[in-house]
């Protein structure tokens, strides 16, 4: 009996090694064990997922039910107004995408009440770093620029990037940006986007209890609601964040928990909006706080970044990255934070234990955004600092009276980051013929094979990076180009791909372009919304010509090997609706064999969008995304371009070598 008991109990200890391939975070959570502290590995490990859920084969939207459904047998029941798998699984994708949509559009839309106050003069903390990209940004969506002041210009753009959110009728100001030849095909569906309110409004309706119960029509929504997501919030927030804040270019940054600093007073900012931890760097930047840190004993105040706020900053800024989502809470078993400033969205709630067992403070900053336990201290444009010094004051405290011994891993990698789809125009053409015609030519030379996009979360369902760092590794090991955002990009740069001589991962084509340009073989855009970047890069590519006339065409794919939250499947399917072929890996919520799954796996791409994919494994990941891309040579007719150039490149090699 009692060895029994202990058997049962040891299938729940955690496998370290099975849980991270980041060596800190595995480290942390050795010391977690020994601490008698939980994480949210830990949760995953005892807490099996709901099957039902997992296949999106349930209904709770009234309450007649919630209705189960079989996913074996998924056309042998339906629930019990009569919805079938189909409407059940097209409802649950479709709010979805509205919850994913509304977290990146809102999140735009504080960006740009930032940018109004600034313009207005209301705010006065904030100014408008970037006047060239504002000008440059007007003129693009029809905004008269020529002989008038920056600040008429810029209450001009406001107003109309307004449209994005609050438009009733018409089309999104950036569907101006839109190839051509893609927008003609969202016209002819009907899925341009009025504003991202309306269709988010609609979205919502129509998966209401017996509204839209035919699973063509809900995605249909769902994509509109998709496109006011990555071509309106998202990209309104990356915009603008640029205009206020400065926009990226390549800069040295460190990432990992090797970042904290143990006599020093460490700042944690984690969660999604800029202008929070814009401030927080000006607060640990002001003599009379950093002579407060070293009266209390500290070499002085260290601001570290995570996730997505974390991405965006050390893009931006070069502000150094203690990790992704899955270690949010294991850096805090370090010990080391003093203070940790959260305010929107992939903010665990279970930091708040975890924070408690090391004394850390917690601070939510967001009116939005409460954590039982926590305390509050509100964020607020017109006076941030008033927040931010606040935390740092507060860190001092704890880092007076730290008691407990501090355990930071040794371990930090260096690597470039900061390419904004302005800096890749100028990198590849030079300051005087800035374009992407030298990157279009290398794809069609068949230097470079084609372009990935490899974005989002990490996810305790599967090991933390590994799936990341594993595909990225194949797809430039083929010649794929990658650009990545959010956690995934500190995943690979933790794995030290970051460096320009990662490139010698790299296939010899793409290996002799990033040799030739002196970037690293990996491109680091920013954080989330910044996946709105990939989507200009790739407008771009088809308006300079040589890679087929609309979006779909482009040798292109993209992934989100560990995705979890809600606002990754909205971005995957902006992806798909603009063209792109989107591989997720972990799980994907929707039984296969159903019309809804062929909807999203094929039909989507009969009439004219990318499609979505699936694989667990990272190199069958990279063999569908590399398929594709050769599918798309093929039918450019550059495929054989690829052979010659490859053929070459060894013929040169044997001379070489004789
Ligand atoms: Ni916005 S959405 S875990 S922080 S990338 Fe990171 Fe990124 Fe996913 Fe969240
Ligand atoms: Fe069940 Fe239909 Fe109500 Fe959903 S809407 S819970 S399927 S009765």
């Given at each position: 009996m009692e060895k029994e008991i202990k058997k049962k109990k040891d299938t729940k200890v955690l496998d370290i090694k099975e849980a991270t391939i980041c060596e800190a975070t595995a480290q942390m959570l050795k010391k977690a064990e020994k601490d008698g502290v939980e994480t949210a590995f830990h949760r995953a490990n005892t807490m099996k997922a709901c099957p039902i859920g997992a296949d999106s084969a349930?209904?709770?939207?009234?309450?007649?039910?919630p209705c189960r459904l079989n996913?074996?047998?998924?056309?042998g029941k339906v629930g019990?107004?009569?919805?079938?798998i189909d409407t059940i699984q097209a409802r649950n994708f479709a709010r979805m995408v509205a919850t994913g949509a509304a977290a990146h559009t809102d999140h735009g839309m504080s960006m740009l009440d930032v940018f109004r106050e600034v313009v207005n003069g209301?705010?006065?903390?904030?100014?408008?770093?970037?006047p060239i990209k504002l000008e440059a940004l007007a003129k693009e969506i029809g905004i008269e620029v020529e002989g008038r002041e920056t600040e008429d210009i810029a209450k001009d753009l406001y107003k109309e990037l307004e449209r994005t959110y609050t438009q009733v009728e018409g089309e999104i100001?950036?569907?101006?940006?839109?190839?051509e030849k893609t927008l003609e095909t969202w016209r002819k569906h009907g899925?341009?986007?009025?504003?991202a309110m309306r269709e988010i409004m609609e979205m919502m309706h129509r998966t209401h209890?017996?509204?839209?119960?035919?699973y063509e029509n809900i995605t249909k929504q769902s994509t509109r609601t998709a496109l006011s997501d990555g071509w309106g919030g998202s990209m309104v927030a990356t915009e603008i964040s640029d205009i206020l804040f400065g926009t990226p270019t390549p800069v040295r940054a460190d990432v990992d928990?090797?970042?904290?600093?143990?006599?020093q007073v460490n700042v944690i900012i984690h969660g999604h909006e800029p202008n929070l931890f814009e401030s927080m760097l000006d607060s640990v930047s002001d003599p009379t706080l950093i002579k407060a840190a070293t009266d209390a004993g500290a070499e002085g105040i260290n601001l570290v970044g995570m996730c997505c706020s974390g991405a965006e900053m050390i893009s931006r800024h070069g502000i150094p990255h203690a990790g992704n989502f899955m270690s949010t809470e294991t850096v805090?078993?370090?010990?080391?934070?003093d203070a940790m400033g959260v305010d929107v969205?992939?903010?665990?709630?279970?930091l708040v234990k975890v924070a408690e067992c090391y004394g850390t403070k917690l601070f939510t900053t967001n009116p939005r955004a409460h954590i039982e336990g926590a305390e509050h201290i509100e964020f607020e444009e017109h006076e941030p600092r008033k927040c931010t010094d606040a935390i740092v004051e507060m860190a001092i405290v704890r880092f007076k009276n730290r008691t407990l011994p501090v355990e930071i891993p040794n371990i930090k990698t260096t690597g470039i980051h900061g390419f904004s789809h302005e800096y890749i125009n100028y990198m590849l053409?030079?300051?005087?013929?800035?374009?992407?015609t030298p990157l279009n030519d290398n794809i069609i030379n068949g230097r470079i094979r084609g372009v990935a996009g490899v974005v989002g979360c990490t996810n305790p369902?599967?090991?933390?990076?590994y799936v990341h760092v594993e595909l990225v590794k194949e797809l430039i090991k083929k010649d794929v180009l990658v650009l990545q955002t959010g956690c995934s990009q500190i995943s690979l740069a933790k794995a030290g791909?970051?460096?320009?001589?990662?490139?010698?991962?790299?296939g010899s084509g793409l290996r002799e372009v990033c040799e030739t340009v002196g970037m690293p073989p990996v491109l680091g855009v920013g954080s989330?919304?910044?996946n709105s970047r990939i989507l200009i890069a790739a407008a771009e590519m088809v308006k300079v010509g040589?890679?087929?006339?609309?979006?779909?065409?482009?040798p292109a794919a993209g992934a989100a090997p560990e995705w979890m939250s809600e606002k990754a499947i909205s971005i995957g399917h902006y992806f798909v609706a603009s063209g792109v072929y989107t591989v997720f890996g972990v799980t994907f919520p929707i039984v296969e064999e159903t019309k809804f799954h062929k909807h999203l796996f094929e039909g989507l791409e009969e009439v004219g969008y990318g499609k979505w994919g699936f694989a667990k494994d990272p190199r069958e990941m990279a063999r569908l995304m590399i398929a594709h891309i050769d599918k798309k040579r093929k039918a450019l007719g550059i495929d054989k371009a690829r052979e010659r150039v490859l053929m070459d490149m060894s013929d040169r090699r044997d001379l070489k070598a004789a």
């Amino acid at each position: 009996m009692e060895k029994e008991i202990k058997k049962k109990k040891d299938t729940k200890v955690l496998d370290i090694k099975e849980a991270t391939i980041c060596e800190a975070t595995a480290q942390m959570l050795k010391k977690a064990e020994k601490d008698g502290v939980e994480t949210a590995f830990h949760r995953a490990n005892t807490m099996k997922a709901c099957p039902i859920g997992a296949d999106s084969a349930c209904c709770k939207h009234c309450s007649m039910g919630p209705c189960r459904l079989n996913a074996k047998d998924p056309y042998g029941k339906v629930g019990v107004c009569g919805a079938t798998i189909d409407t059940i699984q097209a409802r649950n994708f479709a709010r979805m995408v509205a919850t994913g949509a509304a977290a990146h559009t809102d999140h735009g839309m504080s960006m740009l009440d930032v940018f109004r106050e600034v313009v207005n003069g209301n705010v006065k903390d904030y100014t408008i770093k970037d006047p060239i990209k504002l000008e440059a940004l007007a003129k693009e969506i029809g905004i008269e620029v020529e002989g008038r002041e920056t600040e008429d210009i810029a209450k001009d753009l406001y107003k109309e990037l307004e449209r994005t959110y609050t438009q009733v009728e018409g089309e999104i100001p950036f569907m101006k940006r839109v190839p051509e030849k893609t927008l003609e095909t969202w016209r002819k569906h009907g899925v341009v986007p009025r504003g991202a309110m309306r269709e988010i409004m609609e979205m919502m309706h129509r998966t209401h209890m017996g509204v839209d119960q035919h699973y063509e029509n809900i995605t249909k929504q769902s994509t509109r609601t998709a496109l006011s997501d990555g071509w309106g919030g998202s990209m309104v927030a990356t915009e603008i964040s640029d205009i206020l804040f400065g926009t990226p270019t390549p800069v040295r940054a460190d990432v990992d928990m090797g970042c904290l600093k143990e006599d020093q007073v460490n700042v944690i900012i984690h969660g999604h909006e800029p202008n929070l931890f814009e401030s927080m760097l000006d607060s640990v930047s002001d003599p009379t706080l950093i002579k407060a840190a070293t009266d209390a004993g500290a070499e002085g105040i260290n601001l570290v970044g995570m996730c997505c706020s974390g991405a965006e900053m050390i893009s931006r800024h070069g502000i150094p990255h203690a990790g992704n989502f899955m270690s949010t809470e294991t850096v805090l078993i370090t010990g080391a934070v003093d203070a940790m400033g959260v305010d929107v969205q992939c903010i665990k709630q279970g930091l708040v234990k975890v924070a408690e067992c090391y004394g850390t403070k917690l601070f939510t900053t967001n009116p939005r955004a409460h954590i039982e336990g926590a305390e509050h201290i509100e964020f607020e444009e017109h006076e941030p600092r008033k927040c931010t010094d606040a935390i740092v004051e507060m860190a001092i405290v704890r880092f007076k009276n730290r008691t407990l011994p501090v355990e930071i891993p040794n371990i930090k990698t260096t690597g470039i980051h900061g390419f904004s789809h302005e800096y890749i125009n100028y990198m590849l053409g030079g300051t005087f013929r800035g374009s992407y015609t030298p990157l279009n030519d290398n794809i069609i030379n068949g230097r470079i094979r084609g372009v990935a996009g490899v974005v989002g979360c990490t996810n305790p369902r599967v090991k933390q990076d590994y799936v990341h760092v594993e595909l990225v590794k194949e797809l430039i090991k083929k010649d794929v180009l990658v650009l990545q955002t959010g956690c995934s990009q500190i995943s690979l740069a933790k794995a030290g791909l970051y460096k320009p001589e990662a490139a010698h991962l790299a296939g010899s084509g793409l290996r002799e372009v990033c040799e030739t340009v002196g970037m690293p073989p990996v491109l680091g855009v920013g954080s989330c919304v910044d996946n709105s970047r990939i989507l200009i890069a790739a407008a771009e590519m088809v308006k300079v010509g040589g890679l087929g006339d609309c979006m779909a065409d482009l040798p292109a794919a993209g992934a989100a090997p560990e995705w979890m939250s809600e606002k990754a499947i909205s971005i995957g399917h902006y992806f798909v609706a603009s063209g792109v072929y989107t591989v997720f890996g972990v799980t994907f919520p929707i039984v296969e064999e159903t019309k809804f799954h062929k909807h999203l796996f094929e039909g989507l791409e009969e009439v004219g969008y990318g499609k979505w994919g699936f694989a667990k494994d990272p190199r069958e990941m990279a063999r569908l995304m590399i398929a594709h891309i050769d599918k798309k040579r093929k039918a450019l007719g550059i495929d054989k371009a690829r052979e010659r150039v490859l053929m070459d490149m060894s013929d040169r090699r044997d001379l070489k070598a004789a």
